[in-house]
Antibody
Framework: HITLRESGPTLVKPTQTLTLTCAFS??????????VGWVRQPPGKALDWLAL???????WYSPSLKSRLSITKDTSKNQVVLTMTNMDPLDTATYYC????????????????????WGQGTTVTVSS | EIVLTQSPGTLSLSPGERATLSCRAS???????LAWYQQKPGQAPRLLIY???SRATGIPDRFSGSGSGTDFTLTISRLEPEDFAVYYC???????????FGGGTKVEIK
């Protein structure tokens, strides 16, 4: 049974750095094909992908936010940490982490599971 | 960079009716990379469909996905009261890995 839970500050000031933690259970981020992604959603708006990290440590970022984001994993603690620098009121949103898998099977067929389990989200407000 | 355009923005239907939601990609994508999600107010998104047409675990068979290339469709055969929500399509790009979401379609009660 896979679960994920986001945690972090609910309020940050403009220009500050946001640090969010995704604590998970039910899977290992050292298992081949496994990944964790971060997605945010401003109030009343659509989902917006931020970053993802694969089991092998590969990291990928939204091109528009790449300069401000960093994603790391601690396999022993079953955690993924996302940091976002230079926070702005436009970064006010609910932030989610989610599990996914992607790999090539023995027949060479590609498989992407979709983001199949999500955390409940954590709401971050950016205001002075 | 791929852009996903969902239409219509809002779909007003009655329970029991059929819902057809569209997701159009700005360039051809692999069916393996296309997923659909449902989101209700105050809740996290829930995976409905992966690989364009495979239902996720526990998803009722009234939900179906189809399409290929640049045009994908999510169909809800007969709307149940709990199906009124916002639906998002998502593409997973492999080289380099990145995720793209569509703008969403809201299915509301008529």
């Amino acid at each position: 049974h896979i679960t994920l839970r986001e945690s972090g500050p609910t309020l940050v000031k403009p220009t500050q750095t946001l640090t969010l933690t995704c604590a998970f259970s039910g899977f290992s981020l050292s298992t081949s094909g496994v990944g964790v992604g971060w997605v945010r959603q401003p109030p009343g708006k659509a989902l917006d992908w931020l970053a993802l990290i694969h089991w092998d440590g590969d990291k990928w970022y939204s091109p528009s936010l790449k300069s401000r984001l960093s994603i790391t994993k601690d396999t022993s603690k079953n955690q993924v940490v996302l940091t976002m620098t230079n926070m702005d009121p436009l970064d006010t949103a609910t932030y989610y982490c989610a599990h996914f898998e992607d790999y090539y099977d023995s027949s060479g067929n590609y498989y992407y599971s979709g983001m199949d389990v999500w955390g409940q989200g954590t709401t971050v407000t950016v205001s002075s | 960079e791929i852009v996903l355009t969902q239409s219509p923005g809002t779909l007003s239907l009655s329970p029991g009716e059929r819902a057809t939601l569209s997701c159009r990609a700005s360039q051809s994508v692999s069916s393996s990379d296309l997923a659909w999600y449902q989101q209700k107010p105050g809740q996290a998104p829930r995976l409905l469909i992966y690989g364009a047409s495979s239902r996720a675990t526990g998803i009722p068979d009234r939900f179906s996905g189809s399409g290929s290339g640049t045009d994908f469709t999510l169909t809800i055969s007969r709307l149940e009261p709990e199906d009124f929500a916002v639906y998002y399509c998502q593409q997973y790009g492999r080289s380099p890995p990145r995720l793209t979401f569509g703008g969403g379609t809201k299915v509301e009660i008529k």
